[in-house]
Nanobody, 120 residues
Framework: QVQLVESGGGLVQPGGSLRLSCAASGSIFSIYTMGWYRQAPGKQRELVASITRGGSINYVGSVEGRFTISRDNAKNTVYLQMNSLKPEDTAVYYC??????????????WGQGTQVTVSS
């Protein structure tokens, strides 16, 4: 079985920083695209950033220049460094990974979600 465990959310003042982490565990063969999504109250879940196995990166326009996604393939972990946070970044953040595993082949998996609140 494959599990994704997130950490690093919390309450931060506007202009502050947070770093999210998401680690995958289980009988994993390969991890392809890793990404971070967020969902604010009353809004649809949106893709924030993604990174392919080869290192190609994509950001939603509202976070470009402020957020940085990275991955450590040896640790099956993806990170999201969030700087210059704004109140509109407040949301539950979810990691997502496309994983080829001994359990069910190639599938998309989600983390449990971590709350990020930006408020003074």
């Amino acid at each position: 079985q494959v599990q994704l465990v997130e950490s690093g959310g919390g309450l931060v003042q506007p202009g502050g920083s947070l770093r999210l982490s998401c680690a995958a565990s289980g009988s994993i063969f390969s991890i392809y695209t890793m990404g971070w999504y967020r969902q604010a109250p009353g809004k649809q879940r949106e893709l924030v950033a993604s990174i392919t196995r080869g290192g190609s990166i994509n950001y939603v326009g509202s976070v470009e220049g402020r957020f940085t996604i990275s991955r450590d393939n040896a640790k099956n972990t993806v990170y999201l460094q969030m700087n210059s946070l704004k109140p509109e970044d407040t949301a539950v953040y979810y990691c997502n990974m496309r994983i080829d595993s001994n359990f069910g082949g190639l599938q998309a998996y989600w983390g449990q979600g971590t709350q990020v609140t930006v408020s003074s």
